[in-house]
């Protein structure tokens, strides 16, 4: 899929003194001006995030129809939406969504409440897989705090749990998706990955906002005994 979207007329929000802060008012103007958001509506995709897994999907080709795939961090759906589609739900594949929010509900999608923190909530995505998982995907990412070290240290946080949960649940030769925001503790992580995946990749996706500093490391050829 093309994501070459523009936006040619931008919109500006007028409020009244006082009823906003400046803050809200450019979040509802960087909305009402991006074309993803845009498209998002247009196409009935839950969230922009959605056309991240298409770009990711053409470039490496990880998701294919009739595998299972774990969607972490899943809330409200983008991602599972993409994914559904491509592997051919509700009748064939199979998906598991996981997020400390609720879902909406999606067809042929089973959706689990809880934190990958919680040994429980891996032992019901396991119990709900009834096998190890082709792909694990992850687009979590912390509640932002303003202050850009703390969270690039959560997001760093969650791909690491995100990478713990792929190499407990996939299968030989599976694929593992996830988001990063670049910084302190990224070549670890590669290198962490690199024992478990015969190819790392990472790549920005070209609806990833410019000012963002967000990346997606991909893992491709899965296998637990490697050492490399």
């Known amino acids: 899929m093309s994501n070459n979207l523009t ?51 053409d470039k490496f ?33 199979k998906l598991v969504s996981v997020d400390i929010q609720d879902m909406i509900p999606i067809e042929g999608v089973s959706f689990i409440k809880g934190s990958i923190m919680d040994e429980e909530i891996i032992e019901i995505i396991q119990k709900e897989l009834e096998c190890q998982a082709d792909i694990v995907l992850s687009d979590m990412a912390p509640s932002a705090s303003g202050h850009r070290n703390t969270d ?34 990224e070549e670890e992580l590669v290198k962490t990955m690199r024992r478990y995946f015969a190819s790392i990749k990472r790549y920005k996706p070209e609806s990833s906002r410019k000012d963002s500093a967000e990346i997606f490391l991909i893992g491709l050829n899965f296998n637990d005994q490697s050492l490399a």
């Open 61 to 93: 080709k990880f998701l294919k129809k009739g595998k299972t795939i774990i969607d972490l961090g899943a809330a409200p759906g983008g991602w599972s939406q993409v994914a559904t589609k491509i592997i051919g739900l509700p009748k064939t594949g």
């Open 7 to 57: 936006n040619n007329s931008r919109v500006k929000v007028k409020v009244k003194k006082g009823s906003k802060s400046v803050s809200s008012r450019r979040w509802l103007e960087r909305q009402l001006n991006d074309p993803y958001v845009v498209a998002a509506k247009a196409d009935g995709y839950r969230s922009r995030s959605a056309y991240k897994l298409l770009d990711l999907n």
């Open 152 to 185: 690039q240290t959560r997001a760093l946080l969650l791909a690491e749990l995100a990478l713990d949960t792929a190499i407990r649940l996939l299968k030989k030769e599976g694929s593992f998706c996830c988001k990063l925001i670049r910084g302190k503790g």
